[in-house]
């Protein structure tokens, strides 16, 4: 009996699995007006051309303006790397997680790895185990990914200075992330709630340039503690103690303050302004 209760289950999870196992990534669905449009780069030389950088007019998280624009990134004018953690639930480890670089000439842009939703769909962590959701890389206009966090659906925003590196190690890291927007734009794959996310993406790319500094922890896996980790690793450009960091870099007040000026992503940066 227990023979024949064994076998109906392994067959019960063979038929599950392997349509599960056979099922592949596309870039060719009805997906969300949000991410319909993947960007990808043109890269010559230290110019990088970046097409498709998302810049929508918010009038709440579900009404908007879609909009587009490219520019041409040199980078020998890359100054800064930020990191951003975006907690979205009661949850504390549940947060999102990308990068943000800044050039001379007040030139902003930021790279988030997010799932890619299908027209009606919402993110599940479960479903995100799998093969439920397509990985894309969202690069974009911080007055679209910082301001739609901060001031339509009003979650926290930390906007922490990374660590002042060598200009050539900024450089490899914003390429390592635009080769891979590229990857994503020819070759797609799926996101997975543990090893293919917002965080561990940017883990990877980290280590890509720093040689394995970071190993996979609670922290990666529940990036709302993400930013304890980047303190303690040092990654962080602060003296703060690690109590007042949250405090001190969250962007919110600013973000609605400002969020009709040219200059956005200048006065977001004004931590020393207690509103």
């Not at 339509?152 to 891979?180: A, C, N």
């Amino acid at each position: 009996m227990l023979y024949i209760l064994l076998t109906a289950l392994i067959l019960v999870f063979s038929l599950w699995l392997i349509p599960l196992l056979l099922f592949r990534p596309s870039n060719d669905r009805n997906w969300s007006k949000d991410q319909a449009v993947l960007p990808f780069a043109e890269i010559n030389g230290n110019r990088v051309h970046i097409k498709n950088i998302r810049n929508f007019t918010y009038r709440t998280t579900t009404d908007y303006t879609p909009g587009y624009y490219d520019r041409t990134f040199d980078l020998d004018k890359i100054k800064q790397v930020y990191y951003v953690v975006e907690p979205f639930s009661r949850f504390a480890g549940a947060a999102h997680t990308f990068l943000s670089f800044e050039f001379e000439d007040d030139q902003y842009v930021s790279i988030s790895a997010e799932i890619r939703k299908e027209a009606g769909e919402e993110f599940s962590p479960l479903k995100g185990l799998f093969r439920q959701f397509e990985m894309m890389y969202v690069i974009a206009d911080e007055r679209d990914v910082i301001k739609l966090r901060t001031n339509y659906r009003h979650d926290p925003v930390y906007l922490y200075p990374g660590k002042r590196v060598s200009k050539e190690r900024l450089q490899k890291l914003f390429l390592s992330m635009i080769r891979e927007a590229n990857r994503l734009y020819t070759t797609p794959e799926f996101y997975n709630t543990i090893t293919n996310t917002c965080a561990t993406t940017i883990v990877r790319h980290i280590n890509e340039i720093a040689g394995d500094r970071i190993g996979l922890s609670y922290t990666i896996l529940l990036p709302g503690y993400s930013d304890k980790l980047a303190y303690k690793l040092g990654l962080l450009d602060t003296e703060l103690p690690l109590d007042e960091i949250r405090n001190h870099f969250q962007v919110n007040s600013r973000a609605i303050k400002y969020a009709d000026s040219p200059d956005f992503s200048k006065w977001i940066r004004r931590y020393d302004l207690k509103e």
